[in-house]
């Protein structure tokens, strides 16, 4: 018993001290991140998640964490592997809420439209670089890149028109063409896309070809039948090498486009330089397979230096930068949180109010500008259209406005 004294005089003071004590060690505001860890997207979701993981690690690490007003926190992140599978999400969802998940982020656009009802009902916000096309009206769903997946090729047919207008229409009607996989986000990426092609009077010519195919040839030929002014590929990057070997050994001399459901970096990596030479690729952001030589914003830098911290035997990714993004518009939204509530008060609703209040952050320097106003979570709302060059990538339009699409609301 004399032995026990000083641990009970110390437990005495340690509950005098409770509030004190509370207030300098609030909880971790546990982030959670629920995408294809394996499986045939798990290259681009891993990417999503190293970067949003690194960069709220980063600010655990350098700065002790996030802080507002009210004080400070630092994040705790947990991962689940859905394989892309809508059912092993939900499951992955239930799982990381009961370990005190108030924040989630993922890049599947898929994920984003199928747990809607989740994580409305857990109160639970979503930070994205993956927004589908229900999830676009929903008010827990926060886009951190691009304007919706069904975005991506409205906006490149309107860029592909614009440049045909300005050729003097050559050859009359605008044909162009698709060539797409059978992924989960293939289908909210066309969603819709006849009515749009037949109102922008173009002719839009899709072909798809199955997933673990190593030869497009067949549907890349069709397109070239039907007289395509240019192509748009919706894959992962395995399914865009694909797609440019079959189109090598065709000798086929139509430009292609990756969507961004994967980057030209990507392709670089995974099928090598020469391969890639002269694909494009549309980025909502500055890419990481930019030439070093050539700079870049405060954000590209500090992504490339994450980069080196966590990755040093591995080569730059692009992708990442959109996991980047993701880190960084979640600690603004816990740091504009913390401007009017305690830490030990950052529930998911509390966090939900402080990214309801971001406008005009750009990452330093790394997208556009992105403001979240009721009704409209769509986050940034421009693209610039790159190529690859000699290894590395360089842009061929200057920044345009997106399309804005969004399914009629129910």
Known sequence: MTKARPFSVAITLATLLLPALAAAQAKDVVVGNISAMTGPTSGTHMMCQSGSRDYLNYLNETQGGIAGKSGKVKTRYLAYDSQYVATKAKDGFARLLDQGMVLWTQCASAHSDALISDYETAKVPLVTGSQGIASLFSDWAYGNYHSGIANMIRTWMLWQKAEWEKAGKPGGTLVLGTITTDEPFVPLALWEIDTFAKEQGIKLVKETFPKGTTDAAPQLLRLKDAGVRAIYVVASASGAVVALKSAKALNLNIPMTQCAAATL????????????????????????????????????????????????????????????LSGMVIAEGIRLALETTPPDKLTGEAIKKGLDQVKG??????????????????????????????????????????????????
């Open 265 to 324: 970096g990507d392709v670089i990596a995974l099928g090598g330089p020469e391969l890639a030479e002269g694909y494009q690729g549309e980025y909502f952001y500055e890419p990481m397979s930019k030439d070093p030589a050539k700079g870049g914003s405060a954000g590209l830098q500090l992504a490339r230096d994450l980069w080196a911290r966590n990755h040093p035997k591995e080569t730059p990714n692009d992708m990442y930068v959109n996991g980047v």
């Open 361 to 410: 952050f750009e990452g330093q320097g790394l997208t556009r500008p992105i403001t979240y106003v009721k009704d409209d979570h769509i986050g940034s709302k421009q693209v610039r259209y790159w190529v690859v060059k000699k290894g590395f990538v360089e842009p061929v339009s200057d920044w345009m406005a997106t399309t804005t699409y969004r399914i009629p609301k129910k």
